[in-house]
Every structure is written in C-alpha cells, then in structure tokens.
C-alpha cells in the first residue's frame, strides 16, 4: 500500500522552530519529486518548497525563502521541512505530496500523485 505520514507539527512560539517529516512506504522517493504544500483556514493551498530527485533541483515560496529548509534522506524514504523563525502566519495544516514530475514545482494541481494526511502547525504566543 503506498502512504505518505507526515509528522512534527505542533504548537510553537512565534520565533520558533519545528521540523516537519514526510515518510513514505510503498515507492521510493528516487524518482519522485515531492513538495510541501500547507493550507490555512479559509484560504488556499499553497505551495511551500519543493524538492526533486529527478534533476536536483529545490525551490522555495518567496514566504519562507531564508527561514524554511527542505531536504530528502533517500536512505529513510523520508524529506523533511526545517521550519525557523516561524510567524503567526506559517500556521497551517502542512501537507507533502509526490509525483513522477521532471522537475520542481510548488503548484498544486501538479501532483496528482499522492498526498499525505496534513499535520497542523501552530504558531501562537
């Protein structure tokens, strides 16, 4: 059965940090590319970075360009989101997503391959 888990999130301080997981069991991620996504209440999914290991390539949101990290530990079927100096404006339901994309791309309706459940993040003093 192929799923995607992700892990991590919770409730952090403004100025804080968390690192969220994606795991996957299945597939491998080696011929995936695989993003996160996140959705705030009454607004849009949006994308947040993405990572390929199909050219290597990564991208981030302008949002959490110097403040969010993504990387893939192939060895673990597993990519992470480094998450720091969060705002009260990062709380959202982060989810990751997969598919057989040649390169990076943080639009949604690009993968139609598989998603996760979500995980919440909250950032609230």
């Known amino acids: 059965e192929v799923q995607l888990v992700e892990s991590g999130g919770g409730l952090v301080q403004p100025g804080g940090s968390l690192r969220l997981s994606c795991a996957a069991s299945?597939?491998?991620?080696?011929?995936?590319?695989i993003a996160w996504f996140r959705q705030a209440p009454g607004k849009l999914r949006e994308g947040v970075s993405c990572?390929?290991?199909?050219?290597?390539?990564?991208i981030h949101a302008d949002s959490v360009k110097g403040r969010f990290t993504i990387s893939s530990d192939n060895a673990k079927n597993t990519v992470y989101l480094q998450m720091n100096n969060l705002k009260p404006e990062d709380t959202a339901v982060y989810y990751c997503?997969?598919?057989?994309?040649?390169?990076?791309?943080?639009?949604?309706?690009?993968?139609?391959?598989?998603w996760g459940q979500g995980t919440q993040v909250t950032v609230s003093s």
């Open positions: 997503a997969v598919d057989r994309l040649p390169t990076c791309t943080i639009i949604p309706t690009y993968f139609i391959g598989y």
């Open positions: 299945g597939f491998t991620f080696e011929d995936y590319t």
């Open positions: 990572t390929s290991n199909r050219d290597g390539r990564t």
